[in-house]
């Protein structure tokens, strides 16, 4: 069984945690991992640095135009992590746009993941037609899970389709919004997340965007397995470094 | 070979939607609807009077007499640039507006480069009376003021985009963002052949319009409908594809493509998309793009700000890649002579995007009896100060 798998097979509210590979310096990567997992963080997303992240707000594209100016590259990401499962044993997914994976190769790209350790892969722009089409042998050859996202304007008809195609967890964005959106989070999304809780799906669910704080990641996770907390992190990696990595997921986990 | 594109969106190997899943409704909206809505009687009936009544259509066929007899063959220049608005943009944001108004939208987005193609939709949104929002690079808002101030004028909001180069992709970043945040009452006005299924196929046949007139036209002065060829600048393509559309499956007419070279194609400040670039995925379309080895996009450079776009549309890669079209790239100088050239010889002043193609007769030579369509998509008013600058006048 694959390690996300194992993972969501308990009942704890599961916490991730998104970084930009290469940011804030290009060496931190396997530092920043040993942190997360030794303050208790139950999964990692490693952001592949893109220099066109449509999805994203203002915090992550300047971590990505940081880490590609500070040269990390997919080839280099990939070199970092050569020894990551020596120290590291939480789940790891790698998470990124569709282009510098083509330009990779995609089997050659699934095939290093798979070799480092990696357990999955979100890939935004990546429809789930061509996926299915195209990718979706490779990616099950080397055991790698494609993580899809959901977003409120999603149909239920098209919610089911991608449960189908999933294998670990669904992504489930909280809001209309790129990443690191000050939107509200209100009633409106509680609704949303008891609404797509309630349709039985196979695959568990964990938010993204917009997760902040102890109160979001409470709030985010009531109906859900987890949350992932993307642009708040970064925010804090630019003002206090690693250092304040233990005390940051302290407070998202505090009661 | 069929080259326009097949029911799945691609183009050849180039095109799809590749799309975060947030765009998805939003596409796929559009994707459902636009060959319906565009194949309503009501629909074609208030977009030709448009055309005709505020667009100014059809645009001449003109035959440049004294342009022909220095390049020894017969020239036409279909003069898009005596559109409203000054160029060709404007055929697209007329379609694309009432395309918004039939699926319920009531707020307009568009990224802009040099700003034609933001004036042309900031003066359909003031027509049709709904709020427009163009985003537009930092760095273009200051090299491009004036456009800036015209689409104020015309009610429009511009908001610079402040991420990456701060440029036309940047532009286009910010606009799918906007997209993304904005699902419901929100219609995005791309402006060229690029972008996710549908938009390359339902700008092209918006175009579709320059080439259905140039078959009347050119029946009436010579007898028959076909060039001998077609040419056209390239930048994402919206001209050009209008330019080609009715020809795209007639082998008999042969399709010149123009691309930017800059300063020269291996100066490293160039956009010839189709020497440069290598497969990818750009806007949410798979095509040529210029990258590096790593797959990230990177910036291009061409005195016209127009043709300053680090991809080209799918229809225009499978055309390059077929070997269907011809491509040749002209650099800042050769377009700023040939640009002057018109003004002396015919009394034209164009864009500077549209000089690229007219610079191609210096080295492309063509028979005396062959009939060769220029596609002049724009007007030079707005490149006035790049004139000025070039040539010290």
């Known amino acids: ?255 | 070979m069929n080259y326009n594109v097949n029911e799945k969106g691609y183009y050849g190997e180039f095109g799809g939607a590749y799309i975060p899943e947030m765009l998805y409704p939003n596409v796929e909206e559009l994707r459902q609807n636009y060959l319906k809505i565009m194949g309503e009687d009501s629909f074609q009936k208030e977009f030709r009077q448009l055309l005709k009544d505020y667009v100014g259509r059809p645009t001449p066929l003109y035959f440049a007499k004294r342009f022909s007899e220095k390049y020894n063959t017969k020239v036409y220049l279909k003069r898009e640039d005596l559109c409203h608005t000054g160029a060709h943009k404007v055929n697209n944001t007329i379609g694309q507006i009432l395309m918004a108004k039939r699926l319920g939208k009531t707020r307009i987005i568009a990224e802009s480069g040099a700003g034609q193609h933001g004036v042309a939709t900031a003066t359909v949104c003031a027509l049709m009376g709904l709020e427009c929002i163009v985003f537009m690079g930092e760095i273009d808002i200051k090299r491009q003021a004036p456009n800036v101030a015209r689409m104020k004028m015309l009610g429009a909001k511009v908001v610079p985009a402040t991420s990456g180069s701060k440029t036309l992709k940047d532009a286009t970043n910010e606009a799918i963002r906007d997209w993304i945040n904005n699902p419901v009452d929100t219609h995005y006005i791309i402006g060229s052949v690029v972008g996710p299924h549908p938009y390359p196929d339902m700008v092209a046949r918006f175009q579709s319009v320059i080439s259905e007139e140039i078959k009347t036209q050119l029946k009436e002065k010579e007898g028959r409908e076909n060039p001998d060829f077609v040419v056209a600048c390239v930048g994402g393509g919206s001209n050009a594809a209008g330019a080609f559309y009715h020809y795209l499956n007639n082998p008999e007419v042969g399709i010149i493509a123009v691309e930017a070279a800059g300063k020269g194609i291996n100066s490293g400040e160039s956009a010839a998309t189709s020497a440069l670039g290598k497969v990818g995925i750009i806007h949410g379309s798979k095509t040529l793009l210029m990258q590096t080895a790593d797959g990230q996009i990177t910036e291009p450079y061409s005195i016209s700000a127009g043709l300053d776009y680090p991809g080209v549309g799918p229809m225009h890669a499978h055309l390059f890649a077929s070997g269907r079209g011809e491509f040749i790239s002209i650099t800042d100088n050769e377009a700023m002579e040939a640009g002057l050239q018109l003004c002396k010889l015919e009394g034209i002043i164009p864009a500077i995007e549209s000089s690229h193609a007219l610079a191609i007769f210096e080295n492309r030579k063509f028979k005396k009896e062959d009939v060769v369509v220029v596609n002049l998509s724009g007007r030079g008013d707005k490149d006035l100060d790049a004139y000025i600058k070039h040539f010290d006048l």
């Open chain 1, 1 to 255: 069984m694959n390690r996300i798998q194992n993972k969501l097979l308990g009942n704890k509210k599961l916490l991730s945690i998104y970084f930009t590979a290469g940011f804030p310096k290009v060496d931190d990567t396997v530092e920043i991992l040993q942190q997360l997992e030794k303050n208790g963080v139950d999964m990692v997303e490693i952001g592949l640095p893109f220099s066109d992240p449509l999805a994203d707000g203002p915090t992550i594209q300047a971590s990505s135009q940081t880490a590609l100016k500070n040269g990390m590259t997919t080839q280099l990401l990939f070199q970092q992590l050569k020894d990551i499962r020596k120290t590291v044993s939480i789940p790891l997914i790698l998470m990124g746009y569709f282009n510098p994976v083509l330009q990779f190769g995609v089997e050659n790209f699934c095939q290093k993941c798979a070799e480092v350790g990696l357990d999955g892969v979100i890939l935004p722009d990546l429809p789930l037609a061509e996926y299915e089409e195209h990718y979706a042998e490779i990616f099950k050859k080397y055991g790698l899970l494609n993580i899809f996202l959901i977003t409120p304007q999603t149909s239920e008809e098209r919610i089911k389709r991608i449960d189908t195609a999933s294998d670990g967890f669904i992504y489930l964005v909280s809001s209309a919004s790129v990443t690191g959106s000050s939107k509200k989070f209100g009633e409106e999304q509680t609704r949303y997340f008891q609404k797509v809780a309630s349709l039985s799906l196979a695959n568990k669910l964990i938010v993204g965007f917009g997760i902040n704080n102890a109160k979001t990641f409470r709030q985010a996770t009531k109906d859900t397995s987890g949350a992932i907390i993307g642009s708040a992190f970064i925010k804090e990696l630019s003002e206090n470094g690693i250092g304040g990595i233990a005390a940051f997921i302290k407070s998202i986990r505090e009661v």
